[in-house]
């Protein structure tokens, strides 16, 4: 039976120095009231939305779809009211305190060989959990959710996760939504990690769409639509 990847889509809001967060204990909110509206509606459209373990434990997030009424478009066209929320972790340390596991939605853990016996001791009948191997693979991770019906992966981060996406070329649409603001922290977590990314530092993703969201510019990227150079970049001067 062939299985059919999900469309994966990685969204993530950052500074102007390209920082998902600054250090202090408080979640710095980068993205604005109409961003964080888009977000919903990119959830509402997604059959899974997939964070790392870090950011699980960072932000606690819930994972849910906001809006009563794209939940209720979701029920009349024959799905669950929240997309399948998915963990990734190599570790397996996942705190069965978090919201996450205790609000709404079905859960699925991705994690390795090393850590498959301590998430299912910790987390129980909260979530059904599947090792990829000795290692993490990402190929096996959207081929799983392929065979569990996922169309629409909304990848939410953090950024060792979409590092590892776009180095593999596993990205099909990057959200990037830039708020007009500094962080300046050197340890503040980065959006991007070093990694021997697609085509190297030549290759030029395509743009979709650039346009502001109140005072967020939100750009969208195909990171597999990549060529070594764009007719419109103007060579410098010898």
Known sequence: MTVVRPYVLLSAAVSVDGRLDDTS?????????RDLDRVDEERAAADAVLVGANTLRRDNPRLLVASAERRARRKAAGK???PLKVVVSGSAELPASLAFWSCGGVK???TVDGGLARARRTLGTLTDV???????????VLDELGRRGVERLLVEGGGMVHT???AQDLADELHLAIAPLLVGEAAAPMFLRPAAYPGGPT???RLVDARPVGDVALLRFAPKDRSAKSSEVVCPCS
């Open 164 to 166: 590892q996406l776009l």
């Open 130 to 140: 599947v090792s990829t191997g000795p290692v993490l693979d990402w190929p096996l």
């Open 108 to 110: 699925l853990v991705f």
């Open 25 to 33: 204990h408080d979640r710095l909110v980068l993205s604005n009231r």
């Open 203 to 205: 290759a030029r993703m």
């Open 80 to 82: 669950p009211e929240h």
